[in-house]
């Protein structure tokens, strides 16, 4: 029993557990506030232009009646009886494809603009990182005389260095070309012969 409640306690404790009981939460009180926005907002401006467009009741009035069961009210009018009627409730799928597209589009805005906050962290963080020496390359400029706190001086050695780095990165490229063309492969030998007949047959 105590292991069961242990492996409770840890399940519980987890960050993705809570991350999601707090999400749970949020989205609950964020879907209400949808609704609302939806069926006290939005819905009574959509009927209001239908009445006006059409002269009907609006969206709350759309139904298709699949059996229709007519009874007479205390008043002597015949009304429908709703409780026994089929019907299609048209009104009641077109707010819920609105509070769908409402809560789609406002989670949208909201993943937008945490992806943003995040781009731009990561952004700082990395030229924080360009922006800052490393020991290795404090322990470098130590070593070649040069003052850390000489920015001028720093900057000037990297940039050396970089130069130095290219013109050996070229001169290995080189090196290794003139070796390729004294010991040819057996793919270099094929192309040269193939160079060598394209030329033969023009």
Known sequence: MKKFFNEF????????VMDMAVGVIIGGAFSAIVTALTNHILMPIINWLLLIITG????????????KVETVN???ETVIDTAN?????????????????????????????INKVAETNKKL???????????ADKKELKENGVDIKDKTAVSAYFAAKKVK????????????????????????????IKALLEKQVK
Do not use: H, Q
């Open 9 to 16: 306690k840890a399940f519980i404790s987890r960050g993705n």
């Open 56 to 67: 009907g009741n609006g969206l709350d009035a759309i139904y298709t009646y699949l059996k």
């Open 74 to 76: 205390d008043l002597g």
């Open 85 to 113: 009627s089929i019907y299609i409730d048209w009104g009641a799928f077109i707010t819920a494809i609105i509070n769908f597209i409402l809560i789609a589009f406002v989670l949208f805005m909201i993943i937008k603009a």
């Open 125 to 135: 963080k990395e030229d924080a990182v360009k922006g800052k020496l490393t020991k």
């Open 165 to 192: 780095e290219e013109a050996a990165k070229k001169a290995e490229e080189e090196k290794a070309k003139a070796e390729r063309l004294l010991n040819p492969t057996t793919e270099d030998l094929l192309k040269d």
